[in-house]
């Protein structure tokens, strides 16, 4: 979503096993806000990306980074940084594929606690993993596991509130998100897959503390039809 400047190739032109992406955003969500805007300004971000194809292009690896500086959140906290550290590797062939995905994300002064009141660093973390296979020539199932934990640092003791610029950050609740389903193909580009989705929610505070939710989670079975148009 950002307006900048990419550069991307690969390493071995001839077989294009081996590539890299460096890229310099604007770091404004592509809406070339102003200098004066709080919560960017002229700050930029740098994304960088390198991924390899190995054992006949069956095996996927790709190393990606990112690493932004964000205006102050007050004049008490004074300037806060940003960056992601990412891997993803899967395996892919005609009967069965693999895949796993973790990151870490790292918030500067992201976020303050309420009990000693101070500025302290967030770091959430995140770890995805997936399969999908053949069962019959006509049947396949897939299946998905995401886990997000918000601040790994967490003192259950402890409250805490944001201070990072990003939106939608909430260091207190961790989410685990599961799917699986069949995918039914009867013919070419029509596919039928009863699926479920499950979304449990953990709250990481003490259970004495003023305004803890015990854990919940949201369960959805569903009924997808998916047709391929234009092939």
């Known amino acids: 979503y950002d307006v900048g400047a990419a550069l991307q190739g690969t390493f071995d032109p001839s077989t294009k ?5 460096l ?10 806000l102003s200098a004066a805007n709080p919560n960017t300004g002229f700050y930029k971000i740098i994304y960088t990306d390198v991924w390899g194809k190995f054992f006949n ?8 980074f990112d690493d932004a500086k964000t205006a102050p ?12 550290k990412k891997i993803f590797a899967s395996y892919v062939s005609k009967k069965i594929s693999v895949g796993v995905e973790a990151y870490t994300q790292s918030f500067t ?29 006509n049947l396949n199932f897939y299946a998905k596991r995401d886990g997000y934990n918000p601040n790994n640092d967490f003192i259950t003791a402890d409250s805490y509130t944001v201070n990072t610029n990003y939106g939608a950050y909430n260091p207190t609740v961790k989410e685990t998100f599961y799917t699986a389903g069949l995918d039914f193909n009867p013919t070419k580009n029509v ?28 369960l959805v079975y569903r009924f997808t039809f998916y047709y391929t148009f234009g092939k």
């Open 109 to 137: 002064q992201g976020v303050e606690n309420t009990t000693t009141h101070a500025a302290e660093d967030a770091t959430a973390q995140g770890l995805s993993i997936w399969v999908r296979g053949a069962i019959t020539k």
């Open 191 to 218: 596919h039928f897959m009863p699926n479920f989705w499950l979304i449990d929610y953990k709250d990481q505070r003490d259970a004495s503390t003023t305004g803890y939710v015990t854990p919940d989670h949201n």
């Open 57 to 64: 292009q069956h095996l996927y690896v790709d190393l990606y």
């Open 23 to 32: 890229m310099v955003g604007n770091n404004t969500t592509a809406s070339l």
């Open 17 to 21: 096993n081996f590539g890299y992406v």
């Open 73 to 84: 959140a007050t004049a008490a906290i004074g300037g806060q940084s940003h960056s992601i």
